[in-house]
């Protein structure tokens, strides 16, 4: 099962909202997404499983929703903080995969 | 505190063999699966390879199988990975990850910050 993340790179502003999105290449099983956050040089976060349950300590301007195979990441109102890589990941079906990412940069 | 620290990492020559070290802390290691994560310079994240709480369940990927064991200390809270046979597309950067299950691999809640792993003569 192929992920597919778009856009590669999405350029926006601090305050903006970000639509980060991730396709399968087929369905999802139990809809088994997550998503993580990752700064170079630190251990990768995740943010979101169940493609739309936020893990703890995760800030609220994160969501996630979609089912079958088409996903999204949204982050409300960009912090300085947040202009870092996104993954998704699929455990629905074995074995589990990653998406290629989607960078996030300062406009 | 809760954390994964990798070690074992370095330069290595193609066809030789190296052992990845993975120390837990903080939590009850052997309620859960373990696996190894690589990013290869410029690319995304790349499951490697996973062990069920009980080392009774393994996985693989593709690149990995025959070359690669992984395996587990729950008495030292540790996880090794010996890979033998490395190629320089082996070259990455690697994460040990805590599941949050205890078998099958789902989703992971806990990353070290990897160690690196050049392939090169």
């Known amino acids: 099962l192929v992920l597919t993340q778009s856009p590669g790179t999405l350029s926006l502003s601090p305050g903006e909202r970000a639509t980060l999105s991730c396709r399968a290449s087929?369905?999802?099983?139990?809809?088994?997404l997550a998503w993580y956050q990752h700064k170079p040089g630190q251990a990768p976060r995740l943010l979101i499983y169940a493609a739309s349950t936020r893990a703890t300590g995760i800030p609220d301007r994160f969501s996630g929703s979609g089912s079958g195979t088409d996903f999204t990441l949204t982050i409300s109102s960009l912090a300085p903080e947040d202009f870092v890589v996104y993954y998704c990941q699929q455990y629905g079906n074995s074995p589990q995969t990653f998406g290629q990412g989607t960078k996030l940069e300062i406009k | 505190e809760v954390q994964l620290v990798e070690s074992g990492g370095g330069l290595v020559q193609p066809g030789r063999s190296l052992r990845l070290s993975c120390a837990a802390s903080?939590?009850?290691?052997?309620?859960?699966?373990m696996n190894w994560v690589r990013q290869a310079p410029g690319k995304g994240l790349e499951w490697v390879s996973s062990?069920?709480?009980?080392?009774?369940?393994?996985g693989y990927a593709d690149s990995a199988k025959g070359r690669f064991i992984i395996s587990r200390d729950n008495a030292k809270n540790s996880l090794y990975l010996q890979m033998n046979s490395l190629r320089p597309e082996d070259t990455a950067l690697y994460y040990c990850a805590k599941d949050v299950g205890a078998t099958t691999p789902w989703y992971f809640d806990l990353w070290g910050r990897g160690t690196l792993v050049t392939v090169s003569s």
């Open positions: 087929q369905s999802v099983a139990s809809n088994y």
């Open positions: 903080g939590f009850t290691f052997d309620n859960y699966a």
């Open positions: 062990i069920s709480w009980n080392s009774g369940a393994l």
